[in-house]
């Protein structure tokens, strides 16, 4: 009899430890825990309906920059984790502790933290805004973002358009391959047959669709309270814009360098509606007020004379603002300028 009672006591814990492991996955799977781990695995539907999104600030991407910026101003970008709507309840040292009992923490050996993995966190460019025209520590976006990161800071970001890499031509597939036949010598064409032809093929797609997938960007609007009960978020990229510490772009969205042949991306997914152009219109018209308080109050970038050369125009409306008089003013506003 005891043995029979000791079987059954076995048999029920592994019936209760089923049922369990069981309901935990099924809620997992659930919206509640539901979250996008990269920007190609999010639908068209959100970047069109400029859905809002939160997450967390994980890491800055550092453009290769020179000092004077001779390939033109880069784009400010962040790496963020998305975070399911039970993910979002979770105060920061939860988000921290479940990241360490992550099952992929235990097998990077300190190399690369879970919340850090690549195929776990989202690219996002901020929107409407670039580097400054000349790069110095004193004003670099850099360490203010890098700020936001450290402290690990809950952001939502609004999807207003997707980066995707350009289909590669003729020459970087035939690149690629002779890359591959170095690795991988059995595949090369030259002492090759037909399958071998076939498989390096297969493998080059294999490795495109990976490339493409990870280098999409999601171009966003990202907003964030910098104290805890703060009523309303504020915008990171005015904030930026405010303190000197970036440019404003020619393009909310878009974004192109000044040199072209390093455009190798192109925008898609993003609304043309005309109630969101007009909204994208009035947030440009918002940035260039900050830019022109901040050139005002000379802050961040807008100290170096040769910055105030190269926007002239703002440097120049400044002063016009600040010495015309109100006939000069009222002059100006009838004949429209």
Request: with cysteine; aromatic share 8%.
């Amino acid at each position: 009899s005891t043995l029979i009672n000791d079987n059954l006591v076995a048999a029920r814990f592994a019936a209760f430890s089923s049922i369990a492991l069981l309901t935990a996955y099924g809620i997992s799977n659930t919206p509640l825990f539901f979250r996008f781990k990269t920007v190609s695995e999010i639908p068209r539907s959100y970047f069109v309906g400029r859905k809002r999104l939160y997450g967390r600030v994980i890491n800055v991407h550092h453009p290769k920059q020179n000092s004077n910026n001779s390939d033109g101003p880069a784009a400010i970008q962040i790496m963020v984790r998305n975070l399911s709507p039970m993910g979002l309840l979770l105060p920061k040292h939860w988000f921290d502790f479940l990241m360490k009992l992550a099952p992929s923490s235990r097998f990077s050996q300190g190399v690369t933290k879970a919340e850090e993995k690549p195929n776990e966190i989202m690219n996002v460019r901020i929107a409407g805004i670039q580097c400054p025209p000349m790069s110095r520590e004193s004003y670099n976006p850099e360490q203010f973002l890098e700020r936001l990161a450290k402290q690990r800071t809950l952001v939502s970001v609004v999807l207003l358009g997707r980066e995707v890499p350009v289909l590669r031509s003729l020459n970087d597939t035939a690149n690629n391959k002779r890359g591959m036949s170095a690795i991988l010598p059995e595949l090369d064409d030259s002492n090759a047959n037909g399958q071998n032809s076939n498989r390096m093929d297969e493998v080059s797609k294999v490795l495109d669709s990976n490339v493409y997938s990870e280098q999409q960007v999601a171009v966003c609007q990202v907003r964030y309270r910098p104290r805890r009960w703060q009523l309303f978020s504020t915008d990171i990229a005015e904030e930026l814009v405010l303190a000197g510490n970036a440019n404003v772009a020619s393009s909310l969205i878009s974004f192109s360098s000044a040199d072209s042949s390093t455009n190798s991306t192109k925008i898609v997914d993003s609304s043309q509606r005309i109630q969101d152009l007009r909204k994208d219109v009035k947030y440009l018209d918002r940035l260039a007020r900050s830019e022109f308080e901040a050139a005002k109050k000379s802050s961040g970038m807008w100290s170096v004379p040769e910055v105030r050369e190269m926007k002239k125009e703002v440097v120049e409306e400044i002063e016009f603002q600040s010495k015309a008089n109100i006939f000069q003013k009222l002059w100006r506003w009838v004949r429209g300028g």
